[in-house]
């Protein structure tokens, strides 16, 4: 069964970058697209954008535009989510997820465990 | 109108049906993208009803999903204890060429 594995938590400073990994474990890697949804404390689900690794090409929510980088690494099964200029409003979870169908994000049939990712100065 | 609209909460006794609602507008619910998830607050989100109306393998036929116009409904009968969690609904938005989500609505068993 395939499972994405995500990188640990993250504690960082207002206007900072972070970056956080998601593996899948099998499985293939390059047909499926993958998303960024993240939650804040409390609030509900929120999608960032997301990558079809096999063309590279990644689309993101207009909310997150110019902040946020979606990469593949399909060497080694590996999607990247980076956010720049952290603000304590990017408090949340964020959760890498993979769609069901091939060659497109949604819906989001598997889900990491989730990445905490604090910004606090 | 780029929003989907869940109530907040809803209740029920275990055994009882109960109907969790999803109201956007004619850009977002279509039958072939809406989907379900079922979160227990501190774990990952889990996906319940695809499609409108398919289950993934693994998720009890007690889950149904329905569309009409443009409102979506996923219907949770036999409810257990188990089922007490926040229901998300959510859905392609055409306008801003990415999936939306609705507020969620947290079910209590009572």
């Known amino acids: 069964q395939v499972q994405l594995v995500q990188s640990g938590a993250e504690v960082k400073k207002p206007r900072s970058s972070v970056q956080v990994s998601c593996k899948t474990s099998?499985?293939?890697?390059?047909?499926?697209?993958f998303s960024w949804v993240r939650q804040a404390p409390g609030q509900g689900l929120e999608w960032m954008g997301g990558?079809?690794?096999?063309?590279?090409?990644?689309n993101y929510a207009q909310k997150f535009q110019g902040r946020v980088t979606i990469t593949a690494d399909k060497s080694t099964s590996t999607v990247y989510m980076g956010l720049s200029s952290l603000r304590s409003e990017d408090t949340a979870v964020y959760y890498c997820?993979?769609?069901?169908?091939?060659?497109?994000?949604?819906?989001?049939?598997?889900w990491g465990q989730g990445t905490m990712v604090t910004v606090s100065s | 109108q780029s929003v989907l609209t869940q109530p907040p909460s809803a209740s029920a006794t275990p055994g009882q049906r109960v109907t969790i609602s999803c109201s956007g507008s004619?850009?977002?619910?279509?039958?072939?993208?809406i989907s379900w998830y079922h979160q227990v607050p501190g774990t990952a989100p889990k996906l319940l009803i695809y499609?409108?109306?398919q289950r993934p393998s693994g998720i009890p036929d007690r889950f149904s999903g329905s569309k009409s116009g443009t409102s979506a409904s996923l219907v949770i009968s036999g409810l257990q204890s188990d089922d007490e969690a926040d229901y998300y609904c959510?859905?392609?938005?055409?306008?801003?060429?990415?999936?939306?989500f609705g507020g969620g609505t947290r079910l209590t068993v009572l």
């Open positions: 997820a993979r769609g069901r169908f091939l060659e497109w994000l949604f819906p989001f049939d598997i």
């Open positions: 099998r499985g293939t890697f390059s047909n499926y697209g």
């Open positions: 990558i079809i690794p096999m063309s590279g090409k990644a």
């Open positions: 004619s850009s977002n619910i279509r039958s072939q993208t």
């Open positions: 499609s409108g109306d």
């Open positions: 959510a859905a392609w938005e055409d306008s801003l060429n990415g999936p939306i």
